[in-house]
């Protein structure tokens, strides 16, 4: 089945810098690319995914990449605010969505 | 749009007996439903994968015979933890999508087994 990995685990910036997340995933057949913001207790809440035909896209500040190649997609925020403080899911999908671990994210002001 | 409510948000029972789950698409029919597990600081774990009117489909590991899922309806699905036991307490989150692509997920619930 397919195996999502997540790292960092736990990642802290600088309020105004740059914060980027990286995913491989095992299943070359893998699709659709997904990211879940989670804020303490909260559900998960789709902030961008981006399907195998796509290489990279972005919505204002965040912006998402996939290299079909090595299998791998990273989730890039700019302009860092403390806000987006939470932690951030990647999955991968081709029926069934699979997780990675979860990055906490920390942006201090 | 793309509403999913899920109650109750919070239970706490007792060692021994059943909970039951309620995921509710409020505004579209969702062909598919899921329920996730997530432990605290950890990802979410598919427990298993339902169509309405059809049996639920688990993952590997899950008892079918301790979660029951009920998909009665494009709009409903519910969760039944029977006998519930303190190492059920977790935090159960169900999502609804239309497809196979994107899932909207339930607030949660969080059980407490006594």
């Known amino acids: 089945g397919e195996n999502v990995e997540q790292h960092p685990s736990t990642l802290s910036v600088q309020e105004g810098d740059s914060a980027v997340i990286k995913c491989t995933y095992s299943d070359s057949a893998s699709n659709y690319f997904p990211w879940y913001k989670q804020e303490l207790g909260k559900r998960p809440q789709l902030i961008i995914d981006i399907r195998s035909n796509v290489g990279e896209k972005k919505d204002q500040r965040i912006a998402v990449t996939l290299n079909k190649t090595a299998k791998h997609f990273s989730l890039h925020i700019t302009e860092t605010q403390p806000e987006d403080s939470a932690v951030y899911f990647c999955?991968?999908?081709?029926?069934?969505?699979?997780f990675g671990a979860g990055t906490r994210l920390t942006v201090k002001p | 749009g793309a509403v999913v409510s899920q109650h109750p948000s919070r239970v706490i029972c007792k060692s021994g007996t059943s909970v039951k789950i309620e995921c509710r698409s409020l505004?579209?029919?969702?062909?598919?439903m899921f329920w996730y597990r997530q432990f605290p600081k950890q990802s979410l774990m598919l427990m298993a994968t339902s169509n309405e009117g059809s049996k639920a489909t688990y993952e590997q590991g899950v008892e079918k015979d301790k979660f029951l899922i009920n998909h009665a309806s494009l709009t409903l699905s519910t969760l039944t933890v029977t006998s519930a036991h303190p190492e059920d307490s977790s935090f159960y989150i169900c999502?609804?999508?239309?497809?196979?692509?994107?899932?909207?997920f339930g607030p949660g619930t969080r059980l407490l087994v006594l």
């Open positions: 505004d579209f029919q969702a062909t598919t």
């Open positions: 999502s609804a999508s239309v497809g196979q692509e994107t899932q909207y």
């Open positions: 999955a991968a999908s081709i029926e069934d969505m699979r």
